[in-house]
C-alpha cells in the first residue's frame, strides 16, 4: 500500500519567508509525528498528533514553528520568517497503534 | 529526559566479518527501535524491541534487548558491502516521540 508522502521533497527558500511543509500519513493511522534531521542536532521529535486532539507544541524548536492537522489526517508543519539554521530534513512518520512509525521521504529545506 | 548514546558513531569493516553496534539508554523505556538509512533517504524500520531479553533477527542483522542494563544490541553477521548504512537506535512511546542516536555510520569494504 502507499507510504506516508511528503511534499515538495526539496523546498528553497530565503531567509525571512515562510514555508509550509506537507504529510500525508498512511490512511488508518491516527498517530502523525514530525522530526528534524540536521548535520548539527541530529533526529530532533517535534511534534505529535494523535486523531484530532490538540498537540503538545513544546517540542517545536520556537514559536515560528506551527503545525495543525485537518480531519486527523493530512498535517502540515508552518515555519514563519524562516533563518538559516532551519536548513534540514524534516521528515514526517504516522503510526497506527504509537507502536512502530513509518517515515515518509522528507522534505529537504535550504534557508539561503 | 530520555537520552540515547550509541556507540561507535563509525565504524568501517571488511565483508565476511561480524560486529556488534550498542545502544544505551538512560531512564526505563519498554521499547527500543532500530532504523537504517541510506545516504539521501528516509528511515526503514528494522526492529521493534518490545521486552527484555527479545531477540530478533532478520538475515544478518541480530539485535536484542536487555532493559535492566538499558543497552541494546545490533550484531552483523558476516558482512556484506550492502549493509553500509547509517544505523539508528531510538526509544520512547507516544506523545514523547522518539529519541534516536546519533547513528553509526557503517562502511562494509570489499
Known amino acids: 500500500g502507499a507510504g506516508v508522502s511528503q511534499s515538495p521533497s526539496n523546498k528553497v527558500t530565503e531567509k525571512g519567508k515562510d514555508v509550509e511543509l506537507r504529510c500525508d500519513p498512511i490512511?488508518?493511522?491516527?498517530?502523525l509525528y514530525w522530526y528534524r534531521q540536521s548535520l548539527g542536532q541530529g533526529l530532533e521529535f517535534l511534534i505529535y498528533f494523535q486523531g484530532n486532539s490538540a498537540p503538545d507544541k513544546s517540542g517545536l524548536p520556537s514559536d515560528r514553528f506551527s503545525a495543525e492537522r485537518t480531519g486527523g489526517s493530512v498535517s502540515t508543519l508552518t515555519i514563519q520568517r524562516t533563518q538559516q539554521e532551519d536548513s534540514a530534513v524534516y521528515l514526517c512518520a504516522s503510526s497506527y497503534d504509537s507502536y512502530e512509525q513509518y517515515f515518509g521521504p522528507g522534505t529537504r529545506l535550504t534557508v539561503t | 529526559e530520555l537520552k540515547v548514546e550509541q556507540n561507535p558513531l563509525f565504524l568501517s569493516m571488511q565483508e565476511g566479518k561480524n560486529y556488534t553496534i550498542y545502544c544505551n539508554y538512560s531512564?526505563?523505556?519498554?521499547?527500543l527501535y532500530w532504523y537504517r538509512q541510506d545516504p539521501g533517504k528516509s528511515l526503514e524500520s528494522l526492529f521493534v524491541?518490545?521486552?527484555?531479553?527479545a531477540v530478533k533477527q532478520e538475515g544478518r542483522l541480530m539485535a536484542s534487548l536487555d532493559t535492566k542494563a538499558r543497552l541494546s544490541t545490533l550484531h552483523i553477521t558476516a558482512a556484506v558491502h550492502d549493509l553500509s548504512a547509517t544505523y539508528f537506535c531510538?526509544?520512547?512511546?507516544?506523545?514523547?516521540?522518539?529519541?534516536f542516536g546519533k547513528g553509526t555510520h557503517l562502511i562494509i569494504q570489499p
Open positions: 524491541l518490545l521486552s527484555n531479553g
Open positions: 490512511s488508518g493511522h491516527t498517530a
Open positions: 531512564t526505563t523505556s519498554d521499547r
Open positions: 531510538a526509544s520512547g512511546r507516544g506523545a514523547d516521540g522518539l529519541t
